[in-house]
């Protein structure tokens, strides 16, 4: 399974950034979900959303984020707006899944930085 983040970047205050990822493999998706981690803390998730498109996200998201999925390529976005400075993080993607003999699983991206500047 290969999980890639792209999208990242720095950012200003108030402006908007995308982030995109891709999995691929064979596999059957059930979630997908954003987490991110700032450095020295621990990782938290951000957003999430199950294989038939409820999203769910954390309460510091204070309806400035957006997650969507296209299910026909594996790919979930997270539409993030009116950035904030402590929005700056390393952005992961994780992947809940099923394949063929296997059990449910999960995987990470490498992840994607985010960061705002002031």
């Known amino acids: 399974v290969q999980v890639v983040e792209s999208g990242g970047g720095l950012a200003q205050p108030g402006e908007s950034l995308t982030l995109s990822c891709a999995a691929s493999g064979s596999i059957t998706i059930n979630g997908m979900a954003w987490y991110r981690q700032a450095p020295g803390k621990r990782r938290q998730v951000v957003a999430r959303?199950?294989?038939?498109?409820?999203?769910y996200y954390a309460d510091f998201v204070e309806g400035r984020f957006n997650i969507s999925r296209d299910n026909s390529e594996n790919t979930i976005f997270l539409q993030m707006r009116s950035l904030k400075v402590e929005d700056t993080a390393v952005y992961y993607c994780?992947?809940?899944?099923?394949?063929?003999?296997?059990?449910?699983?999960?995987?990470w991206g490498q992840g994607t930085t985010v960061t705002g500047t002031s």
């Open positions: 959303i199950t294989k038939d498109g409820r999203a």
């Open positions: 994780g992947v809940e899944y099923t394949s063929p003999g296997q059990g449910p699983a999960g995987s």
